[in-house]
């Protein structure tokens, strides 16, 4: 019998721990262990916002979820891993002490590291979690006039959310007939072109923008603010009356010490989703380190890469999947405009890019599966 442990109940965790269940035998245990109990489908906090999504749509019980999956469901907070050990020590939590295991997937997200800008905390709004997408969302309805400014500060590497709630923020004005009160800015610590990864999408997206009187101020990095301005290293700075901006992004301080990451707290994987220089770990999601933004199907592809590869290696099989880093993105809430992008990411290939109501409604579908297949 092989224990193994799922960290980290996101996409990653949830889609290696439910591919783990579909292909071992059940005399191996499957523990998924995560800080609460609630999945949040993050594509869709945007709508929920801007009231188009309920609370019931976005989060559902992972512990219930796990149970119908035959996988053991730990609600705790993860401090340390000691892979010589092979246990994973528990803050607070259902369990205390040490978890052992066998064999580690390591999907704990990434940490927001809102530290590294000074006024952050009290001057930003921002929709990474249930509560600031709700406290953002009702800012947003109270905002009739001056200046609304949106961005990704250097290191957050998640460009659709701002593009959407941008976008949603427009079109709610336009709607209630204030449009014209209001002043719309997307800023960024880079470029349009790299941020989408693609020139072309960049150009479709622009025209959109312009469409809805959005701004767009390249190569502004903030990192710091006051109540009502956003500055940069350089002294530039951008008045506002109401600001959403994601933080600066870094890997899980749980692997933070174990000489495994990059520069930033990224866990190194080969291409079998396999912890460089670590027997029986995989990492999956968010935490790992690859080039450009990080997204949900990423983490759902690493998940499924790295337990067909665990799965075998239990066996005593070789590895039999790879993992391929491309990119699909959809834009939503621009309406007829909305954005569809896919690249891959390893090669020079151009994108392909589309647009229309489709993506819109191809994206909302895809928010409804996951709700169905894990409620
Ligand atoms: C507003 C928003 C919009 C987005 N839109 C898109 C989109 O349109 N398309 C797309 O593909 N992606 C999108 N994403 C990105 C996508 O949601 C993430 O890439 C994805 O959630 C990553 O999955 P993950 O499992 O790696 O990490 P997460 O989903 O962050 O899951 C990590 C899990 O680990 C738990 N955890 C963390 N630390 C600990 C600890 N110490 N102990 C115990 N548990 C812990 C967390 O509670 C969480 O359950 C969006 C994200 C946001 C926030």
Not at 8 to 15: A, D, Y
Not at 18 to 47: K, M, N
Not at 257 to 279: C, Q, W
Request: with cysteine; hydrophobic share 40%; charged share 25%.
């Amino acid at each position: 019998m092989a224990k193994v442990l799922v960290l980290g109940g996101g996409f990653g965790g949830v889609v290696a721990a439910e591919r783990l269940a579909e292909q071992l035998g059940d005399e191996h245990q499957i523990t998924l262990v995560s800080r609460s109990r609630q999945f949040v489908f993050y594509p869709a906090l945007v709508r929920l916002a801007f009231g188009k999504s309920a609370l019931a749509d976005v989060a559902f019980d992972l512990r219930r979820t796990m149970l119908d999956r035959k996988i053991n469901f730990i609600e705790a907070e993860v401090a340390r891993i000691d892979p010589a050990q092979k246990n994973v020590t528990i803050a607070h939590g259902e369990v205390q002490g040490k978890l052992s295991y066998d064999y580690l997937v390591f999907a704990l997200g990434r940490r927001l590291a809102t530290e590294r800008i000074n006024g952050f905390y009290e001057h930003a709004h921002h929709l990474l979690n249930v509560d600031k997408a709700i406290s953002f969302g009702k800012a947003a309805k109270e905002f009739h006039e001056g200046r609304a400014v949106f961005g990704q500060c250097s290191g957050a590497r998640l460009p659709v959310p701002v593009y959407e709630s941008a976008f949603a923020l427009a079109r709610m004005l336009e709607a209630n007939g204030e449009r014209d009160r209001a002043r719309i800015t997307i800023v960024s610590p880079t470029t349009l072109e790299s941020e989408l990864v693609d020139p072309r999408a960049a150009g479709v997206l622009k025209q959109a923008m312009d469409t809805h009187q959005i701004e767009f101020l390249p190569n502004f990095s903030i990192n710091s603010l006051t109540h009502n301005s956003a500055l940069t290293e350089s002294g530039d700075g951008i008045n506002f009356d109401l600001l959403m901006l994601l933080p600066p992004f870094r890997g899980s301080s749980a692997a933070s010490y174990l000489g495994i990451t990059n520069k930033d707290g990224y866990i190194n994987v080969d291409a079998n989703m396999r912890v460089a220089g670590r027997e029986g770990i995989y990492a999956v999601g968010d935490c790992t380190n690859f080039e450009g933004p990080k997204m949900g199907h990423m983490a759902v592809r690493q998940a499924e890469v790295a337990a067909t590869n665990l799965a075998a290696e239990i066996d005593g099989r070789a590895p039999v999947s790879h993992y391929q880093h491309e990119m699909t993105l959809v834009i939503d809430e621009i309406g007829p405009d909305s954005l569809y992008l896919h690249k891959d990411l390893s090669t020079d290939k151009p994108a392909t890019v589309r647009q229309g109501r489709f993506w819109s409604w191809a994206k909302r579908v895809n928010e409804r599966y996951w709700e169905v297949s894990h409620s």
